[in-house]
């Protein structure tokens, strides 16, 4: 039944149309006398308004879609400073404990210590610029240390040998540390004091064993020249 009816009701509609269009062409020209629009302009003007209605309805979801987007990009963004800000807590933790290590470890003087912290606060990627510098200069600080302590361990035992070759050696290794600035100003006048103290005595012993030699030997005229020799130091 319901399938007899739809199919009437499309056979009325196809018997109507001349009717229809006869009526449209009636109501155009009626429009037409009155300075109205015709049947062309208006189905340009309903083309026009069907397509003004979807591009407003696209404009409405486009809208829906950008507030979308901002709310998601807001969340995100709220999300990814709190994960820094959990990051840089515990980055900051552990560049405490690394740098407390390392001071621990300059207190310590325990060389190879020393140097294993400072090699591990470097390589690590939680200290801050500053907090690298500070390893950096402490480690060179001490570095040169070691090298002064050895430097001067050294020029001492050369001197305490008391002999030509230890002043000598004593002097090449002063010459050497003045020039690469390897000991302070102060060291390098206290040991050239000390060099010049030491080849002094080497000099007047070794003028006693001469001096002696001549005497047990009787030569007389060597002992004069080494009693002049004195004299005139």
Known sequence: DAGETLQKTQLD?????GQTEAELKEAE?????????????????EGFRKLYTIMDERVVVLQK?????RVRLARWREEKRKRDAVEAAARAERAGKLITAFNEALASKDKD????TAQTCLDDSSLQAAQ???????LQRFERQQQEAKY????TEALQAGTRDGVRKASELLLQAERASLLSPEDIKRFKADVTEAAGEI????SERELITCVREGNVAELTELLRRAKAD
């Open 13 to 17: 509609k196809v018997e109507r149309r």
């Open 29 to 45: 020209a009626i429009s037409a006398k009155a300075g109205g629009r015709t049947a062309a302009e208006l189905e340009e003007a």
């Open 65 to 69: 879609m950008w507030r979308g987007y």
């Open 113 to 116: 210590k020393i140097r294993i």
């Open 132 to 138: 690298s510098q500070y390893v950096s200069v402490m």
């Open 152 to 155: 001067k361990a050294t020029l």
């Open 203 to 206: 000099q007047r012993a070794e």
